[in-house]
């Protein structure tokens, strides 16, 4: 990873909401478990709506919490009709932990 990069992903890693929110969606199965999944969470990963309520946070800060995730390249999204689904990168994490065992 550049130091761009790595940049990215220690700046989503700053909050303790993103941090917390990438935690969940590790095991979406377990910890969405109270709300009716939308698609299969584990081709389609999370609806924004259900990690909203679980995070309890606005709409706006949510979307913006999952866009600085996506940009570092640590959850993809995916459109499922009306709703946007998250899921973790587990090849771009893995390359992050790589990294910081090689680089720092």
């Known amino acids: ?3 761009d990069e790595l940049a ?8 303790p909401a993103r941090v917390e929110i ?13 709300y009716e999944p939308i698609a299969d969470r584990q ?4 609806c924004v709506t259900h990690i ?3 995070a309890g946070l606005a709409q706006s800060t ?3 919490a999952m866009a600085l995730l996506e940009r570092a390249g640590l959850v993809r999204s995916r459109r499922v009709g009306k709703y946007r689904h998250y899921r973790r ?6 390359r992050f932990v790589a ?3 090689q680089e720092l």
């Open 22 to 34: 990438l935690t969940w969606l590790r095991d979406p199965d377990r910890h969405f478990a109270m």
């Open 62 to 64: 949510t979307s913006a």
């Open 52 to 54: 909203q309520a679980k």
């Open 89 to 94: 990168d587990e090849e771009r994490i893995a």
């Open 99 to 101: 990294t910081l065992g």
């Open 43 to 46: 081709e389609f990963g999370v």
């Open 8 to 15: 990215d992903v220690f700046k989503a890693l700053s909050n």
């Open 1 to 3: 990873m550049t130091p």
